[in-house]
């Protein structure tokens, strides 16, 4: 019973391909994030979506395009990709006004390696 | 914009000890959220333990609990008679209350649990 599940947990591709990643919540939560995590394990956000409307856009190149069809999941698309694209991709997502004090719930991560 | 610093990169613990790991965050805002997350080597983000800011009282799960000094923007974690499922990277992080929904992260620090 994963609460945010991403699709596929690896994938290594070569440069100038096109990759999706998939992630699905089943906490009913109305947010949900994507982050990067580094080479050197730095953690920052993506994109963010409530609701499927997109509220957070933190300087990504256009080639990322994130879709949310419904509340329940998130994806994102990678266009032409590059070696430094490489890093852990992680889905969440969280519940405004629920008490839980924005606490955000991880996937698992999607380890994304660019040869 | 609110930032988060961990100055401890490593830390070592021998098993069964207490090991404190540190934090500092910078903001404006009165209201907000802090957070503790585990990362081990398996790559999942897990929560820790969560501390709202209005709470004067420290929050405690179990082994884990923080010293939340909010005049001093300090938030350190402890860790009492640490086991060696305990080995992984710690982050600290910061969410407003409302608005932007988004988790701001620390650098982490990578504590291993010696036998």
């Known amino acids: 019973d994963t609460a945010v599940s991403q699709t596929p947990k690896y994938l290594v591709t070569q440069m100038g391909n096109d990759k999706s990643i998939k992630c699905e919540q089943n906490?009913?939560?109305?947010?949900m994030y994507w982050y990067k995590q580094d080479s050197k394990k730095f953690l920052k956000i993506m994109f963010s979506?409530?609701?499927?409307?997109?509220?957070i856009n933190e300087t990504v190149p256009n080639r990322f395009s994130p879709k949310s069809p419904d509340k329940a999941h998130l994806n994102l698309h990678i266009n032409s990709l590059e070696l430094g694209d490489s890093a852990v991709y992680f889905c969440?997502?969280?519940?405004?006004?629920?008490?839980?004090?924005?606490?955000?719930?991880f996937g698992e991560g999607s380890w994304l390696t660019v040869v | 914009a609110q930032t988060v610093t961990q100055s401890q990169p490593e830390m070592s613990v021998q098993e069964a000890e207490t090991v404190t790991l540190s934090c500092t965050y910078d903001?404006?805002?009165?209201?907000?959220?802090l957070f503790w997350y585990k990362q081990p080597p398996s790559r999942q983000m897990i929560l820790v333990i969560r501390?709202?800011?209005?709470?004067?009282q420290n929050a405690t799960e179990n082994r884990f609990s923080v010293n939340f000094q909010k005049a001093a923007k300090s938030f350190s974690l402890k860790i009492s008679d640490s086991q060696l499922g305990d080995t992984a990277m710690y982050f600290c992080?910061?969410?407003?209350?409302?608005?932007?929904?988004?988790?701001?992260f620390g650098k982490g620090t990578k504590l291993t649990v010696n036998p």
């Open positions: 906490l009913g939560h109305d947010t």
């Open positions: 969440a997502s969280s519940q405004r006004d629920r008490g839980t004090g924005n606490t955000i719930y």
């Open positions: 992080a910061f969410a407003s209350q409302g608005g932007s929904e988004k988790l701001v």
């Open positions: 979506y409530n609701n499927k409307e997109l509220i």
């Open positions: 501390q709202e800011a209005y709470k004067q």
């Open positions: 903001t404006s805002e009165s209201n907000y959220y």
